[in-house]
């Protein structure tokens, strides 16, 4: 994105294609993250950073397990990608990972949000908190309508 107008970019290194990720800027880093998603009917588990440039696969030591339909964002509390939650392999996840460019750590807040995939996330600069809300329980017509943020990482 320009600003005005896309532009199709021709990187080197590509990651596979896939759904369902979770993408976030990384503002510490200077790079895009990301992670998971839905690709040929197979769910995919690695990260991956842009530079504006070209595309890296990154080999942490430890990440999340296979995520879909997860959301995260930035916290400059932290000074890291949190991510939450996500669908993995038909059961919805309530976790919290966090990305400081090299490897993910859980996170063990002591109250979580309900399992859920597909929902919003956003960094409140006001509250200086990490809020999420809404949502769905996969393979239900259970929905969310609530706000948590995360006072605790």
């Known amino acids: 994105w320009t ?3 896309w532009t199709l970019l021709n990187p080197a290194t590509s990651p596979y294609p896939r759904s369902g990720p979770v993408t976030v800027y990384d503002p510490i880093r200077k790079n895009v993250v990301l992670f998971g998603g ?4 197979w769910v995919v588990q ?5 530079d504006g440039t070209d595309w890296k696969q990154e080999s942490p030591a ?4 296979v995520l879909y339909f997860t959301s995260g964002g ?3 509390t932290l000074k890291k990608v949190v991510v939450f939650g996500g669908g993995s392999g038909g059961v919805d996840q309530n976790t919290t990972w966090a990305w400081d460019g090299t490897n993910w750590t859980r ?3 002591s109250t979580s949000p309900q399992a859920r995939e597909e929902f919003g996330t956003a960094w409140d600069a006001a509250t200086r908190q990490f809020v999420i809300f809404g949502g769905a329980v996969f393979n239900s017509s259970q929905m969310f309508g609530d706000t948590w943020r995360l006072t605790e990482h």
């Open 107 to 109: 996170q063990a807040p």
């Open 38 to 41: 839905l690709s040929d009917n």
């Open 74 to 76: 930035f916290d400059p």
């Open 46 to 50: 690695n990260t991956w950073t842009w």
């Open 3 to 5: 600003g005005s107008d």
């Open 62 to 65: 430890t990440q999340p397990p």
